[in-house]
């Protein structure tokens, strides 16, 4: 089973959460987002057992496989993995949720 987990509670994130949901073999584990009401509300929409205040605590309490960043940012990539401190490792793919699969 894949763990998942969404930072940013808005709007586009329920797509992402529905779409988790279809797929078998992952699971929605835990939700981050900066206002607290935002991420509760989501996490007991979808159902989903954990709720962090961001993807620093998220990513520090939680072994996930997959992170669906679904906030603003200005450039998504190295700003989110850098807020993060995630290191993608040689096996990681890293790439926009919205961006099409190639090749
Ligand atoms: N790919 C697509 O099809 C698609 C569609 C719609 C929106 N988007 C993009 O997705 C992003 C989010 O859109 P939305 O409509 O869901 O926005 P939204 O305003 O409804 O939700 C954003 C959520 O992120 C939270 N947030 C903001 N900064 C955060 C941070 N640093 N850490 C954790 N949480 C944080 C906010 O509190 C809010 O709950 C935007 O960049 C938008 O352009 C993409």
């Keep these: ?11 586009i994130a329920n797509a992402h959460a529905n779409a988790a949901a279809a797929v078998d073999g992952v699971e929605l584990v835990a939700v981050a987002d900066v206002d607290a009401d935002a991420a509760t509300a989501f996490a007991s929409t979808h159902g989903v057992p954990a709720w962090y205040g961001g993807i620093e605590e998220l990513t520090a309490a939680e072994q996930l ?30 790439r926009k949720a919205h961006q099409p699969e190639r090749g």
């Design 65 to 94: 496989d997959i992170v669906s960043v679904c906030h603003l940012g200005k450039r998504p990539r190295g700003r989110h993995l850098r807020a993060g401190r995630i290191r993608p490792g040689p096996g990681d793919s890293v």
């Design 1 to 11: 089973m894949l763990r998942m987990g969404i930072v940013g509670t808005g709007g």
